[in-house]
């Protein structure tokens, strides 16, 4: 009974968020039980371009330290904004939610060249937190019931909690870096003056993973119809 449960909690949450979400969690498993190792999933650009080690690329987001308190609080916060974006603005647009993870990571990847960071996992949290709480202006928030703010100024109180923790801000800063670059050009420039829409989706992902829309216009052959040919109707003889 609990499994069923579990198993019906789980397929409920959309696709890209329980995708990535796993594998964050199997990742950290898998290092708890020391079948790898954070040596072989974390940043390196000479292991990746020179020894071809493509794979950093992408587990270096999906590893956020051993399980403990920094783990938990980063995977709540990645669960649930990515959920309430997917849910929210990105509903029905799974592609074009896959294009932002794709280009949030190649605009992170890139500045991670040029900062000593070995994990981007956490700021690409705070990329997602950012685009949500940019959407969402008007969202009243409550931090652990000691601050009361606006959705807008949550990267940034999450920032400060980080510097009470003693931890770098340099990660803090890299995720509302590139989710303002990708605010700024998905939802602000497409409205200015002379502006317009310079990400776009490529079609290949729209494939993948949007369903196509059923056409209002569209009459069905009579075999598409729901039970198929009209066998045995017709006029009746000598009527």
């Not at 990708?182 to 079609?203: A, H, K, M």
Request: aromatic residues 18%.
């Amino acid at each position: 009974m609990a499994y069923q449960t579990f198993r019906q909690e789980y397929l409920q949450v959309p696709p890209v968020t329980r995708a990535y979400t796993t594998a964050c969690v199997l990742t950290t498993a898998a290092v708890q039980l020391e079948l790898i190792t954070p040596f072989q999933l974390y940043f390196n650009p000479e292991l990746i371009f020179k020894h071809f080690q493509v794979w950093r690329l992408i587990t270096n987001y999906l590893f956020f330290g051993p399980v403990g308190f920094n783990f938990l609080f980063n995977m709540i916060f990645l669960y649930r904004y990515c959920r309430m974006l997917e849910e929210g603005s990105f509903r029905g647009r799974t592609a074009d939610f896959v294009f932002m993870f794709l280009f949030g990571g190649l605009l992170m990847t890139l500045f991670g060249l040029f900062v000593n960071l070995v994990f981007l996992g956490q700021a690409f949290t705070i990329m997602l937190v950012y685009v949500w709480s940019r959407r969402n202006p008007y969202v009243r928030m409550n931090f652990f019931g000691l601050l009361i703010f606006q959705a807008p100024f949550l990267p940034w109180v999450l920032m400060g909690f980080s510097l009470l923790l003693g931890n770098s801000i340099i990660v803090d800063l890299l995720g509302i870096a590139v989710g303002h670059i990708y605010f700024f050009l998905e939802d602000v420039f497409p409205n200015q003056p002379g502006g317009g829409r310079l990400l776009r989706t490529p079609s290949v992902l729209k494939a993948i993973f949007d369903t196509p829309e059923e056409d209002p216009n569209y009459n069905p052959l009579p075999e598409e119809r729901p039970g198929g040919f009209a066998w045995g109707e017709g006029q009746r003889l000598g009527g």
